[in-house]
């Protein structure tokens, strides 16, 4: 008899894990493939103190946004944090503490910590600020930088598709960040639109393995927002 | 006259060649797309995870899982794939993509680029950008030439880095300049302006191309 991981809600989900002060990853990029319903247990949950890894940080209202509102969060690590006023309010205020990433860099750790490497070298950001107190080397005549990998306590992800094993397909580009998050935690929840039976996937289009995924969630509905709606006019037939 | 934000992106667009991988940044770089030369063939990438952009959608085919790195909602090719983030970048730092394009708040005769931060005012974060300087080997800035009447075309940059001796092209609205390894070269000039106009309104010190001088 195989281990459930279908948790009946995101709640559920949580429940017993989260604990004041740990350190969260959410996937997403701007407000596409982010875990809306994992943020939102997070929230009923009150844990606070949280450090979260996330791209961005959502908008006022949406996304790690919300958590940013309660102030649960206390420290993000991040690329990108433009499109939310309380962020900025809050970091200028000196009442959160933010940890600027390069994009790939960022990603990188999540794989590399994921995978069990420790540390990796990488050209992004020599010379710049974001070096500073950071090892560098050289190698082949030119000049790296070294990064750390990142793990976290939970893990928050949104996928297309699972079954019951875990097994996590994405759609488009709302898979991002998903996969290497999926796999830098040893408790790694997914909030999934589908939930199809054992051998529905074909194994050869699975992107995140089961291994990787602690606890499952069907999302009972799917509210995804568009940040920048941008369309072009059909052509009169 | 200066050149409009069309013919920055325009004059931009000349540096892809057929077959080129490209990054385009957010604002006045995204007007490269509608300006590429007919005869070649590129595929543009966007950080988020995708490859081969198509245009903004019909209205009502939105699709909130396909959107670019600006964040707006986009389409699919016949060419698109599709991948995670560690994969976008691992083109980007493994030298896979050809150019890119983007904005900047300063660059220096050296190459230096700053684009991500103004100490106390602007904490928004470097997203994509510093990866995209150190890892693709053309890098194209599109920027006004001054903001405030300040230059922004300098000896030295004065905001935070975004990397270091990185840019190979900038184009303003009045001109293009080359920065080689032995300086700066102005290389174009926008109609009606001149090499005077663009030393008074440069910082940097720059050489002007012999062609350029012969036909001013």
């Keep these: ?237 | 006259m200066a050149w409009t934000q069309d013919q920055m992106a325009a004059r931009a667009a000349r540096e892809l060649q057929d077959g080129f991988y490209v990054n385009l940044g957010i604002g006045i770089p995204t007007l490269v797309a509608n300006h590429i030369p007919a005869g070649i063939d590129v595929q543009l990438h966007s950080e988020n995870g995708m490859l081969g952009i198509g245009p903004f959608p019909f209205e009502g085919d939105e699709d909130a899982d396909l959107i670019n790195a600006g964040k707006q909602t986009v389409t699919a090719l016949p060419t698109t794939s599709f991948m995670d983030s560690a994969a976008s970048f691992a083109m980007v730092r493994g030298g896979h993509i050809d150019i890119s394009i983007l904005g900047a708040l300063q660059v220096a005769e050296n190459g230096d680029l700053a684009n991500w931060m103004i100490p106390g005012k602007m904490v928004k974060g470097m997203g994509g950008a510093m990866d995209l300087v150190a890892g693709v080997g053309r890098v194209v800035v599109l920027m006004e030439h001054t903001a405030g009447g300040k230059p922004k075309l300098l000896h030295r940059c004065t905001l935070p880095l975004t990397g270091k001796a990185v840019v190979s092209l900038v184009v303003t609205e009045l001109g293009v300049f080359a920065i080689r390894p032995g300086g700066v070269v102005l290389v174009d000039m926008a109609p009606g302006v001149t090499i005077a106009e663009l030393r008074e309104k440069t910082e940097a010190d720059f050489t002007v191309d012999e062609a350029l001088k012969q036909a001013a």
């Design chain 1, 1 to 237: 008899m195989a281990v459930n991981k279908i948790f009946p809600g995101a709640a559920a989900a949580l429940a017993g894990v989260i604990k004041d002060g740990m350190t969260l990853m959410a996937g997403g990029f701007g407000l596409c493939g982010i875990p809306s319903a994992l943020i939102e247990a997070v929230k009923q949950s009150g844990a606070k103190n949280l450090t979260f890894i996330s791209n961005n940080a959502g908008i006022d209202d949406a996304g790690l946004g919300v958590l940013l509102q309660t102030r649960q969060i206390r420290k993000m690590i991040s690329s990108y944090v433009g499109e939310n006023a309380t962020f900025m309010r809050q970091y200028l205020a000196g009442e959160l503490e933010i940890e600027f990433n390069p994009q790939g860099t960022l990603a990188e750790r999540i794989r590399a910590g994921g995978a069990g490497i420790p540390a990796f070298y990488t050209a992004t950001g020599y010379g710049t600020a974001i070096a500073e107190g950071k090892p560098v080397a050289e190698f082949d005549g030119r000049m790296y930088v070294q990064e750390r990998g990142l793990v976290a306590d939970i893990a928050l992800v949104h996928a297309w598709k699972a079954d019951p094993e875990g097994n996590l397909v994405y759609r488009k580009t709302a898979r991002n960040f998903n996969p290497m998050m999926a796999s830098a935690s040893k408790m790694t929840i997914a909030e999934v639109e589908h939930l199809v039976p054992m051998g529905e996937l074909d194994g050869d289009h699975i992107v995140t393995p089961g291994i990787f995924v602690k606890r499952i969630v069907l999302l009972d509905h799917v509210d995804k927002r568009i940040e920048q709606r941008t369309v072009r006019k059909r052509e009169a037939a």
